[in-house]
């Protein structure tokens, strides 16, 4: 059976097997909302609360403002903002007039600023005022046209204009000032579905991250395949806690462009920590959680949260990392005992489809898969390095095509090529560089990422195996395991561990987690050393760095004496 008879495209969830998708842009698709639901609240942001008429009023008007200083169709615009109002408000509105919108991380340092700005052709950026002089260092290689500052608190408070200058700077236009200033009315762009609308970055686990081009109907179709796969989106009461930030796929496409397209509220989070997160659902009970692995982990450690009224739950989904059993199986211990009724949900996506492209189904978990996709999305998987679909179980790269994948990376055209391939059947199929199994049932298993499997004694070694295994142990938090150069296995594995009792560190404890390991699986895959942490870096939207990690064991080895080859 191949990925053309389809075995997954049921009715999970009550999704239907293909959707008609509006041919409009995203501000066309927001506008869209307003009339049938005016007076619901769009988004809420601490105390602040946006009526979908307001939010409407404030991307109309932003987008007066950037026409006003001279942004038209084609231009480029960095936001480099939290999950906060004044990003989305500026996303649509660029979208209204047919600028592209370049999204990153408002904590980069001045040279990749620099290089986001050069590479996305950014006449004009918002960001925080805080990162004013991050900016200003950046200009030194990119100079910009108009730098918009704000306040975190800008569009929650009262407007004014000509709002107190803390910068002697021409270039400098503060955001309360544009949004309360008189301007001629800016005409909707006339802008394909199909035009380049927003540039997302992938990792960056080498060199600097990749553009991804991504297009109105990108964003269209990601948001509706969630709407129809997530259930009833268009409640009154329905609301989605936005932890992840917007410039990544999956806080902007999931956590706010799907919520509004459906007329639901967005709750606005600028920065995640439990005690943070577990106050705002106490006091605004969403209904639906989207976040990544770390974030359910925290969530059922944290004392507030067990003993917090979590009846509001009817939905939490897990993307971006795989997700251990014992953190989905505590999370929703706790969710129950606490008067919710939830399942937390794996699934799988990358930015250069938007996000999550399939899930698990509420009816149908298996343990280990990441589930089955979307409506209109199919997905194989192939024979690495060819276009040929393998066998039922057998491992190969994860190739997916359809209404989410990604126009290509900007500027990129070889590296566009190598990804983006005409198979056989004449589909463009984006091959992921994940390796994953299929079942017979058409439900799919990630394995590992393509360049982080461990090549030990000749032997493929799965870091995600090891680490599922380690997980196990009841001393054990948190874990990452990674290759590590060895001059006689070519590559040794290690693992760094966080215990739940820092004071159970010892010699005969990592004997022991080796031990635990020996039990399940081969010789080759068990740990060769094993380090204690007291934490484990994270990557900007809370995923596990391992990268990081492998950077300071090729420093390590080093300074020791014992690695003096190249990049790892």
Not at 180 to 188: G, L, N, S, T, V
Request: with cysteine.
């Amino acid at each position: 059976m191949s990925y053309e008879q389809k075995p997954w495209l049921k009715f999970y969830n009550g999704a239907p097997e293909t959707i008609d998708y509006p041919r409009v842009t995203m501000y066309e698709a927001i506008m869209q909302s307003v009339p049938e639901y005016p007076e619901r609240i769009a988004y809420e942001f601490f105390d602040y609360k946006s009526t979908y008429r307001q939010f409407s009023q404030d991307i109309d008007q932003c987008a007066n403002a950037l026409a006003a200083i001279g942004m038209k169709k084609g231009d480029r615009i960095t936001i480099a903002m939290p999950t906060c109002p004044q990003g989305i408000i500026c996303f649509y509105a660029a979208n209204k007039l047919g600028v592209v919108a370049s999204m990153i991380h408002p904590l980069s340092t001045p040279k990749e600023i620099a290089y986001y700005l050069k590479i996305s052709r950014s006449r004009v950026a918002l960001t925080i005022d805080t990162f004013y002089n991050q900016f200003k260092e950046a200009e030194k290689e990119a100079p910009l046209d108009i730098l918009i500052l704000t306040e975190i608190f800008d569009q929650a408070t009262p407007r004014e204009q000509g709002a107190d200058k803390k910068h002697e700077d021409p270039k400098v236009r503060w955001w309360k000032s544009l949004m309360a200033a008189d301007y001629h009315e800016a005409p909707k762009a006339q802008m394909d579905t199909d035009e380049l609308a927003v540039i997302l970055y992938s990792g960056g686990t080498t060199g600097f991250p990749k553009g991804i081009m991504l297009s109105n109907y990108n964003f269209i179709s990601e948001g509706s395949m969630v709407a129809n796969w997530a259930g009833d989106l268009s409640g009154e009461d329905v609301s989605t806690l936005a932890i992840l930030p917007i410039f990544h796929g999956f806080g902007l496409g999931i956590c706010c462009n799907a919520a509004f397209m459906g007329g639901a509220k967005s709750i606005l989070v600028p920065q995640f920590t439990p005690e943070i997160v577990v106050d705002i659902i106490r006091k605004k009970k969403p209904t639906h959680i989207s976040g990544v692995p770390t974030l359910y982990d925290a969530l059922s450690r944290n004392p507030d949260f067990q003993s917090a009224d979590l009846s509001c739950l009817q939905s939490t989904s897990s993307g971006a990392d795989t997700l251990p059993r014992q953190v989905k199986e505590r999370f929703e211990e706790v969710v129950k005992r606490q008067g919710g009724n939830v399942q937390l949900t794996e699934g799988y996506g990358l930015t250069e489809a938007v996000t999550g492209i399939m899930s698990t189904p509420l009816d149908g978990y298996r343990e280990g898969s990441v589930g089955v996709p979307f409506p209109d999305m199919l997905a194989k998987v192939v024979a690495i390095g060819t276009t040929n679909e393998v066998p039922f179980g057998e491992e190969g790269e994860l190739c997916v095509s359809g209404p989410a994948v990604m126009m290509g990376y900007l500027e990129q055209p070889e590296e566009t090529a190598n990804v983006l391939k005409k198979h056989v059947d004449g589909r463009i199929w984006l091959h992921t560089g994940d390796i994953f199994t299929m079942d017979k049932d058409g439900y799919f298993y990630f394995k590992l990422r393509l360049k982080r499997m461990i090549k030990s004694s000749g032997m493929n070694v799965y870091p995600v195996q090891v680490e599922a295994v380690l997980n196990c142990h009841p001393d054990v938090q948190s874990v990452c395991v990674i290759g590590v150069p060895d001059e006689a296995q070519v590559e040794k594995v290690k693992a760094y561990v966080v215990l739940k009792d820092p004071a159970k560190a010892s010699p005969e404890k990592i004997q022991e987690l080796i031990e635990h390991c020996r039990k399940d699986l081969i010789k080759w895959s068990c740990p060769r050393e094993v380090e204690f942490r007291a934490s484990l870096p994270l990557t900007k939207i809370g995923k596990i760095a391992f990268t990081e990690l492998e950077k300071e064991a090729i420093q390590q080895l080093r300074a020791e004496g014992k690695y003096t080859g190249g990049k790892k």
